[in-house]
C-alpha cells in the first residue's frame, strides 16, 4: 500500500486533513517533558482516534482485495496470516531514524475488511506521540511526510532475529554481527527480550568462524496464537532443557515448548547459515553492508 494511497486516504476522508491540523496545531514542545507530555499523548490519540472513524475508500479497498485474492501474490490467503508493517517516508535518513515508531500488527487474518483496518492503523502510526516529537525536533513536516504499509504473508518464526553483514560498532567488513531470539522478532525490535549475539569473522565467502558468542537473558517470547493475534510467553528457568528431552542443547530444530531462557537458540551451523545467507543477499546490493531481519519457521 503506496504513500500515494496513504495521501488519497487523507485527501478522500472529510475532515481528516483538518482534523489533523487543529489537533497539531496545539502543539508546544518546549513544554515537554512535563505537562507538554501529558498534552503531546492527547494531540497523538486524536489524530489516531480521527482516523479510525474514517474508512479507506472504496477503490482502495477493492484494490488491496484484488492483490490478496491474487495467486501470483499469495498462493493460498484462506490458509495465510500477513504480517501489516508501517513504512515511513522519512523513516530511516542519514540523520534521522523513526525505528520503532510506528505500528506492526502481526499474524492478521485474511479477511479484506480486517486487513483494511489494520492498514488504517498503520497510516495513524505516522501520529504516534514519538514519531509526532522527533519530527519536530527535526524540522520534518507533519503534513508532507507519508506512510507506506507492507503487507507480507506470515512466517511463523520458530526462531528469528538481526543480521548485520558488516559489525555496526567497528565499520568492519570482514565481521558479521548476528542477533537470535526464540519466537516473532518483535520481542526483539521492541527491546523486550536481550537476544543472543554472535559477531562472526569473515575470511572468504565460504569461511566463517565465531568469534564471540553472548547468550543472553531471553525471559520471554511472542509467539502467534492460532485464529488471529500474537501473545506473551514467559520462558521459566523450569522449562525443560532441550538435554533432558534427549536433544543437545545446540542441535538443530530446538522446540519453542523446551525453549529456556538461558538456552542458545541456534546451533553453530545453523550461524554460519546465515552468515553466508547475508553474503548472498548483500551480493545482490552491489556488495553494500545490509541490515537484514530474519525469521525461522518450524521446518526450517
Known amino acids: 500500500v503506496t504513500v500515494a494511497a496513504y495521501h488519497h486516504f487523507v485527501s478522500s476522508s472529510t475532515g481528516l486533513l483538518s482534523d489533523i491540523q487543529a489537533a497539531l496545531s496545539d502543539l508546544h514542545l518546549d513544554a515537554i517533558p512535563s505537562a507538554g507530555m501529558v498534552k503531546l499523548e492527547k494531540i497523538s490519540d486524536a489524530i489516531r482516534d480521527a482516523f479510525r472513524k474514517r474508512d479507506v475508500p472504496d477503490d482502495l479497498r ?8 491474487s495467486s501470483s501474490i499469495f498462493a493460498d490467503i484462506d490458509n495465510t496470516y500477513l504480517a501489516v508493517r508501517s513504512s515511513a517516508t522519512c523513516e530511516d535518513m542519514p540523520d534521522a531514524s523513526f525505528a520503532g515508531q510506528h505500528d506492526t500488527a502481526l499474524n492478521v487474518k485474511p479477511a479484506v475488511d480486517n486487513v483494511c483496518r489494520h492498514v488504517v492503523d498503520c497510516f495513524s502510526s505516522l ?8 519530527r519536530e525536533n527535526n524540522g520534518i513536516d507533519h503534513i508532507h511526510a507519508g506512510m507506506a504499509v507492507v503487507v507480507q504473508a506470515m512466517v511463523q518464526s520458530e526462531s528469528s532475529g538481526v543480521l548485520f553483514t558488516a559489525n555496526p560498532l567497528t565499520g568492519r567488513r570482514n565481521e558479521s554481527v548476528l ?9 526483539l525490535v521492541s527491546g523486550l527480550v536481550e537476544p543472543d549475539r554472535y559477531i562472526v569473522s569473515r575470511s572468504s ?6 568469534k564471540d558468542k553472548r547468550i543472553g537473558a531471553k525471559a520471554k517470547a511472542i509467539r502467534s496464537v492460532e485464529g488471529g493475534g500474537v501473545r ?7 522449562t525443560p532443557l532441550l538435554s533432558e528431552i534427549g536433544k543437545d542443547s545446540e542441535s538443530d530444530g530446538a522446540s519453542p515448548a523446551t525453549l529456556q531462557k538461558s538456552t542458545v537458540v541456534l546451533s553453530d551451523g545453523e550461524v554460519e547459515q546465515l552468515i553466508l545467507l547475508g553474503q548472498e543477499v548483500q551480493a545482490l546490493f552491489e556488495g553494500k ?3 537484514i531481519e530474519w525469521a525461522r519457521s518450524a521446518d526450517g
Open 62 to 69: 477493492e484494490e488491496i482485495a484484488g492483490h490478496l485474492s
Open 232 to 238: 506473551e510467553e514467559d520462558l521459566s528457568e523450569t
Open 127 to 134: 501520529f504516534t506521540s514519538r514519531a509526532i516529537s522527533y
Open 179 to 187: 542477533e537470535a531470539i526464540p519466537g516473532l522478532g518483535e520481542a
Open 205 to 210: 565467502d565460504k569461511d566463517v568462524v565465531i
Open 289 to 291: 553492508p545490509q541490515d
